[in-house]
C-alpha cells in the first residue's frame, strides 16, 4: 500500500495525463488508442482516488465524510508539505 504522498502524486501524475489526452483526442478524436489510454488513466485516477479517501479522508468537498470531519487534517495547498517535488524524481505509474 502506498503513502499519503505516494498516493497523492500518482493522482496528480494521472489527473495531468489525462487532461493531456482530453486536449490530445479534441483534436484526434478518432484515436483508439489515445482514447483506450485515456479511459484506463481515468480508471486509475479513480481507483487511487477511493483509497486515498478511505484511508486519509476527502480530496475534493463534493464527497461523502465519515465521522470525524477530516477534512482539516491534510495540509493545505500553500503549505510547503502540501507540495512535493518532481524534479529528478520518477513516478512510475501502472495502468
Not at 493531456?20 to 481507483?47: F, G
Not at 465519515?66 to 513516478?91: A, H, M, T, V
Amino acid at each position: 500500500m502506498m503513502n499519503r504522498d505516494e498516493l497523492l502524486k500518482i493522482i496528480s501524475v494521472l489527473d495531468f495525463y489525462a487532461l493531456d489526452l482530453q486536449l490530445y483526442l479534441n483534436t484526434h478524436p478518432t484515436d483508439r488508442d489515445a482514447i483506450q489510454k485515456y479511459n484506463n488513466v481515468v480508471k486509475r485516477a479513480k481507483e487511487l482516488r477511493e483509497e486515498y479517501e478511505r484511508t486519509y479522508g476527502m480530496l475534493t468537498p463534493q464527497n461523502i465524510s465519515d465521522s470525524p470531519w477530516r477534512w482539516i487534517e491534510n495540509p493545505w495547498p500553500w503549505q510547503y508539505k502540501f507540495n512535493f517535488d518532481l524534479e529528478g524524481d520518477e513516478c512510475n505509474v501502472d495502468l
